[in-house]
């Protein structure tokens, strides 16, 4: 079914898909250029950009900021009384204008250039003043907007954005940037808990429920009990995990249960996880095998027990 809205919406979205393939396809060694001008900065990339731009900035700095390159947003307006002072020699500044010609840009690029700070500009027009000023200028194709009239930014600032995001993943990729290291600056929602570790999740030291094999099992039903796992680790001699005793074992042996030891009961060579494992991988190992929590062991040397995880602790973080 088509209506003139959909027809609309499809229009849009398809200007503006052809725009990100001819940004693409215009992309030459200025690009190179610019990512030599950010990495060879000892400070920050120092965003700005008025209007939509400044939008569009606001966001370049914060892709930039949470993938291993420090940067921050500093408005044009604020930087000419007294924000400037947030600039230091050491920075990068990414401006950014479609028409080049901003005029709150112009206090802050002049400090750029009184002091000597690498400038890097995103515009549509070489020959503006953004452009002449600039060390390196990433030029946006002349394309006109999605709205048809040229009034609406769109097309334009679809484009900067998908250059700003080539930009910081081309840092990030050049800096080995890790889903560990990205984890540090996303701890909160649901893609830090995507990105949890067993280890931030797993309960150790006196809260491990474990018993020796020839605990009597009126004592392992204590250590279950206080312990409120509702599972007991069964661990030998040298402290290796040698079994494992939950409610199924308890039912499989209700008859003449408190004359047994824990070695009698217990499920031998249970299966474990690594601390350093994603939480999502013991979710699905938990959620495969219908159980509801995992002895944590180092997998590439004794199984001695390091801690325990449950199924409730990553749903209680937004897993599962």
Do not use: W
Not at 250 to 264: I, K
Not at 291 to 303: E, K, N, Q, W, Y
């Amino acid at each position: 079914m088509s209506t003139p809205f959909l027809d609309t919406a499809r229009r849009v979205i398809r200007t503006e898909a052809d725009a990100l393939t001819t940004l693409a396809e215009g992309l030459d060694a200025r690009f190179r250029d610019a990512i030599d001008l950010l990495l060879n900065s000892n400070g920050r990339v120092i965003v700005t950009g008025i209007g939509k731009s400044g939008h569009i900035a606001r966001k370049i700095a914060a892709t930039m900021a949470s993938t291993g390159t420090p940067a921050q947003f500093v408005h044009p307006a604020e930087a000419s009384h007294g924000d400037l002072g947030m600039i230091t020699s050491a920075d990068v500044v990414l401006a950014i204008s479609n028409s080049g010609e901003a005029p709150e840009l112009a206090n802050l690029l002049a400090y750029a250039r009184r002091f000597d700070i690498p400038l890097l500009g995103i515009t549509s027009a070489e020959g503006s003043s953004l452009g002449r000023e600039c060390d390196v200028v990433l030029l946006l194709p002349k394309l006109g907007e999605a709205c048809g009239t040229g009034v609406v930014p769109s097309s334009s600032t679809t484009m900067t954005l998908a250059l700003g995001d080539a930009l910081a993943i081309a840092l990030m990729e050049h800096r080995a940037f890790t889903p560990e290291n990205f984890r540090d600056f996303h701890p909160g929602g649901k893609l830090g808990a995507q990105l949890s570790r067993v280890s931030d999740l797993m309960h150790t030291g006196d809260q491990l429920p474990l018993v020796r094999p020839d605990t009597p099992m009126s004592d392992a039903l204590i250590e279950i009990s206080q312990k409120s796992f509702g599972v007991v680790g069964v661990v030998d001699q040298n402290g290796l995990l040698a079994g494992i005793i939950t409610d199924g074992d308890l039912r499989r042996h209700m008859d003449g249960l408190l004359s047994l030891t824990a070695q009698d009961v217990m499920t031998p060579s249970p299966v474990t996880i690594d601390p350093g494992a994603l939480a999502e991988k013991a979710v699905a190992m938990m959620q495969a095998r219908q159980i509801t929590s995992l002895f944590v062991v180092d997998t590439t040397g004794p199984a001695k027990p390091l801690g325990l995880i449950r199924i409730h602790d990553c749903l209680r973080v937004g897993l599962g």
